[in-house]
């Protein structure tokens, strides 16, 4: 299902797309994107917390502007797109989600994938994790997200030599951003690229995922909190009510 028009959602332009669509355009544009030598088709994601950021933040905001695509990786987006939106969206595009269903398209498609991001010992955990779940999909290549300012111009180099047709970019927000906004234009050996936030701590086994229930009732932050209070606690409690008042006023 895949609407091209954009509402704003929270301050932020939408792509209305479900899962399965975000996740086809992904592959049909890497695959039409093959040696042509282009820049790639860049894929971010809006929560809450981004929300939030962009609005207080006009250098964020900029950044996620910059994006070809913003899925909604939030269910109080979902809702109120249906509440206040000119277009509704069908569902919520989790990076978490969309990772698993770009990945059996990839299988059948021999479409490959790069993991840039977390730390050397989880990245390579959710490499060994993703093989084993998808035996038939092809890891071009991988690398932990600590890039020094003077490692950046080799990373560019190694991942362009990959070839990869999606490069999933686990670097948190705003820094993974900020990498596309310098490095995007020199990505050109790279089909799409998908940031990721802590898609990688998911894979590792790390994190795990809120049930199902507490995800489809937007309350997959309170889980979280529970995982890691000391890091989100004071996030969530900053930033929730600010993203409600965004998306009462800012959505139409």
Known sequence: MTDLSKP??????????DLDGAARRMIDHAVAARGMDQPPLYSTSANGQV?????LEPGVK???EQADIIHADGEPLVRASRILAKSKLP???ATTDLVHNTARMAEAEQVSFYFLGASQDEIERAVANMKALYPKLIIAGFRNGYVKPEEEDAVIEAVNAAQPDILWLGMGVPREQDFVSRNKARLTGVGVIKTSGGLFNFLSGKNKRAPQWMQKSGLE??????????RLFWRYVTTNPHAVWLLLTKTH
């Open 221 to 230: 932050w309170v889980y979280r909190i529970g995982q890691e209070p000391k």
């Open 62 to 64: 900029a950044l996620f």
């Open 8 to 17: 704003i959602i929270g301050g932020l332009p939408i792509t209305v797309e």
């Open 91 to 93: 569902e919520r595009v």
């Open 51 to 55: 929300l939030s950021m962009c609005a």
